[in-house]
Structure formats: C-alpha cells, structure tokens
C-alpha cells in the first residue's frame, strides 16, 4: 500500500493524491510503502450494571462480582470516566447527600 506524505508547504487541505506516484514527487511530497494494518478485534473488558441506587452486577476481566462492593466500584468508574472535574465533584456530592437524605418525592393528583 502506498501512502502520501505531505511537507510543511503543503497546506491545501484539498489535495488530492494521483495514483501514478513517483517515488519523489518534486512538491516536497513522499511516497512512502506503507504496511497493511491488522484486522480490528474487539476486546472487552468487562460489563459493570447498576441495579438501583445499592445495588449492581460487574463482570471485569472475567471476574463477576454483585452486591453493594459491584455499586461502589460502579460509581468509582462512572466518576473516573468523567471528564470535568466539576461534574466529578457535583456527582460525588449528590451521591454523598443521597446517603443522608431521602430523595424527593413528587405526587402528581388529577
């Protein structure tokens, strides 16, 4: 497989490659012999379910586990996988309030 390699000058983003390539293209631009990637395999690391707020069911690396140890590293990897550091720390923090307080409850009458 060949691929085009371009140089700093080279700034038109609608450059498109000809098939007919030299080895040096004379515009500052390569060719380059290029391996062939591998075949994509999916690998999966595991499930993690929540259940409730105490309750969840994982499976990582082949090691299934359940129960309120499953819900709290469900909620560990849920905050590790946030990205901003304030919606880490306001989950966490509405987390923690929930163990103290009962949640809101709302009636809607006809």
């Not at 560990?76 to 009962?102: G, H, N, V």
Request: proline share 6%.
């Amino acid at each position: 497989m060949l691929a085009v390699r371009r140089s700093v000058r080279d700034t038109s983003p609608d450059t498109v490659p000809d098939l007919r390539l030299a080895p040096n293209l004379g515009d500052g631009r390569v060719v380059e012999q290029v391996e062939e990637p591998e075949p994509f395999r999916y690998r999966s690391l595991g499930e993690l379910v929540e259940l409730g707020s105490e309750f969840a069911v994982n499976e990582v690396m082949g090691f299934k586990f359940s129960g309120q140890f499953a819900a709290v590293f469900w909620r560990l990897t849920y905050l590790y996988k946030l990205e901003s550091p304030q919606s880490r720390a306001r989950i966490a923090a509405d987390w923690l309030l929930d163990l103290f307080y009962d949640p809101t409850v709302t009636q809607i009458r006809r």
